[in-house]
């Protein structure tokens, strides 16, 4: 409970139940009509939170894209670091 207590707290509530105030577009806290949310087809992103130096999510390559790009550059990073173990053992007059 004393935790509890160290937190900082929405209000002066201290169970954090204050109401919380809309603070409009730029806001953190934002309300928002069950019609609206129903629009958005019950979807609540909280898009106004994104970092806006974050690449645009709806433009980023399919997923199944992103792991094959991913495993093509594992391999090269696997086959960098197998010529350095042969290098390493030729140096130090150790072969396979």
């Known amino acids: 409970m004393s935790q509890l207590l160290?937190?900082?707290?929405?209000?002066k509530d201290p169970t954090g139940l204050s109401r919380r105030k809309d603070t409009g577009e730029t806001?953190?806290?934002r309300k928002f009509?069950?019609?609206d949310i129903k629009e958005r087809q019950f979807k609540l992103d909280i898009t106004w939170l994104k970092d806006e130096s974050l690449?645009?999510?709806?433009e980023l390559p399919e997923p199944q894209d992103l792991a094959?790009?991913?495993i093509t550059e594992l391999?090269?990073?696997?086959?960098d670091l197998k010529e350095i173990i042969e290098l390493v053992e030729k140096e130090e007059g150790v072969e396979k």
């Not at 160290?6 to 209000?11: A, K, Q, T, V």
């Not at 690449?55 to 709806?58: G, L, P, Q, R, V």
Request: net charge negative; proline share 4%.
């Open 6 to 11: 160290d937190r900082p707290f929405h209000g």
């Open 27 to 29: 806001g953190r806290f």
């Open 33 to 35: 009509h069950l019609s």
């Open 55 to 58: 690449e645009d999510s709806d």
């Open 68 to 70: 094959s790009e991913a």
């Open 75 to 79: 391999e090269a990073v696997v086959d």
